[in-house]
């Protein structure tokens, strides 16, 4: 990782200076990680256009994304390097996502921050009997 991205657990400027969402993105891509935007300050999709958010509407008959547009999420992700720079040079201020299935990636998000909040109970697993 190079060390602009770089980011010490004991390092009190880290909210003050984030990495920049453009760069990451890239280096991102670049080791095969396809990306998308999330909304800032947000762990969730930015919101895409308004026909997209109707229900019933499906991201596999969408023409949004062959458009350039980062409707759907995940399903937009991805590892061309122009369209990073459509998404993220004029829109420093979103965020970035990884879409883990495709990247080959297992993530673990704990989440247990004091502001976290309380926690609740942990998922019952339906797989056994």
Known sequence: MPADLRVSAS????AAHPPQSLALARWCASHGWPVH??????KTPAASCSACRKPGHDHRTCLCRSEG???HGFYAATLDMNRIQQWWGPRPQM???VACG?????VIDL???PTA???PPPARDHHRR
């Open 69 to 71: 547009r980062w409707c």
């Open 111 to 113: 989440d247990t921050h």
């Open 37 to 42: 935007p999330l909304a800032p300050g947000r």
């Open 117 to 119: 909040g309380p926690q």
């Open 11 to 14: 390092d009190s400027t880290v």
């Open 102 to 106: 495709p990247a080959n990636l297992v």
């Open 95 to 97: 965020g970035v996502a």
